[in-house]
């Protein structure tokens, strides 16, 4: 499992890699090569405790986006959310390295590069908290899911999206690209549909989980929604 982590990790982002450079049209973005290396640092790092710490959960974060046990508009969902999210780092990088439209100061960049950073320990937080955070929309009544009330699900129903929305700001202000930042709003509106997805297969089909969704009344900010 080990080596199939070190080997999804590089690939994708050597794709991403890819998607980054080719829009920008030069491998001379000193943002971008720090961007990939962070992540691929980070990344492998939080994959390898998790391989350490709940080995089941790495299993299923490792599995094909694409399942027979998702709704089928969980299914729909994806394939424009993935193609999106490529689609927004290719718009980050024709912004802040080709047409240059933004012009973001370094402490800003530097900024985020900790935002990012911020994400990613804040994301993997929410995983040890978390065993059943599953990339899919999915009841796992074969791991024997249960509803999680503690760490960050005492403030908000979705806290790995909402660690999505702080990655996607993050990444943005690193590329230099202030435009990007549009980004976060396609995907916190692409969230909240797959939010509605998700709730409803948890309503049928997890016990408790409508208490809690009574105790808890935020899905993915705390005081907005």
């Known amino acids: 499992m080990v080596v199939r982590l070190i080997v999804q990790t590089v690939v994708w982002f050597g794709i991403m890699g890819a998607v980054l450079f080719a829009s920008a049209g030069t491998f001379a973005w000193l943002a971008a090569w720090i961007y990939l290396a962070i992540m691929l640092a980070l990344s492998l790092t939080t994959g ?24 089928k508009a969980d299914k729909v969902l994806l394939s424009v959310l993935l193609p999106f999210l490529f689609g927004a780092f290719a718009f980050m990088a024709l912004d802040a ?80 690209s202030w435009w990007g930042l549009l ?17 409803k297969a948890l309503r049928a089909g997890l016990a408790g989980y409508d208490a809690y969704a009574e105790r808890v009344p935020y899905r993915l900010v705390p005081f907005v929604w």
Request: proline share 7%; net charge positive; hydrophobic share 50%.
């Open 48 to 71: 390898l405790l998790l391989a350490w710490h709940d080995p089941a959960l790495l299993r299923e974060r490792l599995a094909a986006p694409i399942q027979k046990d998702q709704p």
């Open 97 to 176: 390295a080709r047409f240059r439209w933004s012009t973001v100061p370094p402490w800003v960049q530097a900024a985020g590069a900790l935002l990012l950073v911020l994400s990613i320990v804040f994301s993997y937080r929410v995983m040890r908290e978390n065993s059943f955070a599953a990339p899919v929309v999915k009841v796992q009544s074969e791991r024997g899911q249960r509803v999680v009330t503690t760490g960050p699900y005492r403030y908000v129903r979705h806290p790995l999206y909402s660690g999505s929305l702080l990655f996607v700001a993050g990444t943005s202000l690193l590329l230099g």
């Open 183 to 199: 980004a976060a709003l396609g995907l916190a509106a692409l969230l909240a549909i797959r939010i509605g997805i998700e709730e």
